[in-house]
């Protein structure tokens, strides 16, 4: 079974400071890894993810997270935030390969960025 | 435009009242799914269905029933809704070539049982 920790519920910073959303998964296999973002009362939308090959993953709006195999995490990072990122972001996690089609969510991070 | 739609949009209900949420999407995808959302519970994988004809369950699907007869709709039922299950509740669909990995997600459904 896959789970996926996200250890923070909510992180309030102030504008252009860097921040760090962290996550964690547990698999026996091997993984793909999801992060997800929510602007307040909208849908879902794909941040980036992580398939293969680099660890280091670029996303939209500036985000970028890395894939650490030996601690089992997926934190995402970014330098500089804006008012505009307050929102709240999954990171979700699934097995690779094969045919596999289940997801598994964190509990979120409500994102909050103050002037 | 491609997108996944979801009707309705709102929804107040009585415990008991049977209802459908319907999902479709015009992408031709074969991959569809149903999450519901609850407050510091993130999103969880009601049922999943990888083709016509061919659905399997997620974490929370006790309460629901799906059902695919075409590629495009994957309905969400609830048979005898309770108030546990006031929830908001996302649609999603991805290309059989991409599985998992890329979803597209509905605007949501928003579900109130009294």
């Given at each position: 079974a896959q789970s996926v920790t996200q250890l923070d519920s909510q992180v309030p910073v102030f504008e252009e400071a860097p921040v760090e959303l962290r996550c964690n998964y547990s698999s026996s296999v091997s993984v793909y890894l999801f992060w997800y973002v929510q602007y307040p009362n909208q849908g879902l939308q794909l941040l980036l993810k992580y398939l293969?090959?680099?660890?280091l993953v670029k996303g939209i709006n500036g985000f970028e997270a890395e894939f650490n195999k030996s601690q089992t995490s997926f934190h995402l990072r970014k330098p500089s935030v804006h008012i505009s990122d307050t929102a709240e972001y999954f990171c979700a996690v699934s097995t690779s390969g094969g045919s596999n089609y289940k997801l598994t969510f964190g509990k979120g991070t409500l994102l909050t960025v103050n002037p | 435009e491609a997108q996944v739609t979801q009707n309705p949009r709102y929804l107040i209900t009585v415990t008991g009242k049977k209802l459908t949420v319907t999902c479709s999407q015009n992408?031709?995808?074969?991959y569809m799914s149903w999450y519901r959302q609850d407050p510091g519970l993130g999103l969880r994988q009601i049922y999943y269905s990888m083709n016509v004809e061919v659905t399997d369950k997620g974490d929370v699907p006790e309460g629901y029933k799906v059902s695919r007869k075409e590629k495009r709709n994957f309905p969400l039922i609830l048979e005898s809704p309770s108030p546990n299950q006031t929830s908001l509740y996302f649609c999603a669909s991805s290309p059989r070539t991409s599985g998992i990995t890329t979803q597209y997600f509905g605007p949501g459904t928003r579900l109130l049982v009294l």
């Open positions: 293969s090959g680099s660890t | 992408m031709n995808h074969e």
